[in-house]
Nanobody, 123 residues
């Protein structure tokens, strides 16, 4: 599966942004889909995941719970990350990825990766 992330940009603290991850080759509904982020000088960190259909259960890292929402549109074969109440510490390159392992949070468990999209939150 090929993944294409988009939607990054420069926003102010408190603003919202929606990232998209368009897939081709395979259907995203068959995979665990995740969003990761990597800030300069830091390791790649798990942000959010969504289980394959029909479960579609979602899970998040603690720092984004209540602010970020991961979702999937099977008809568009696209996964989204809605980011609200953004903070400067959300600044990072964001990546989408696909895994065959339920509940995946570790980047090594993800097989397919999109290119990153830069998100910058100013204070």
């Amino acid at each position: 599966v090929q993944l294409q992330a988009s939607g990054g940009g420069l926003v102010q603290a408190g603003d919202s942004l929606r990232l998209s991850c368009a897939a081709s080759g395979r259907t995203v509904s068959s995979y665990v889909m995740g969003w990761f982020r990597q800030a300069p000088g830091k390791e790649r960190e798990f942000v959010a995941g969504i289980s394959p259909s029909p479960s579609s259960s979602t899970y998040y890292t603690d720092s984004v719970k209540g602010r970020f929402t991961i979702s999937r549109d099977n008809a568009k074969n696209t996964v989204y990350l809605q980011m609200n109440s953004m903070k400067p510490e959300d600044t990072a390159v964001y990546y989408c990825a696909a895994s065959g392992i339920l509940g995946s949070r570790y980047h090594g468990q993800y097989t397919y990766w999109g290119q990153g999209t830069q998100v910058t939150v100013s204070s």
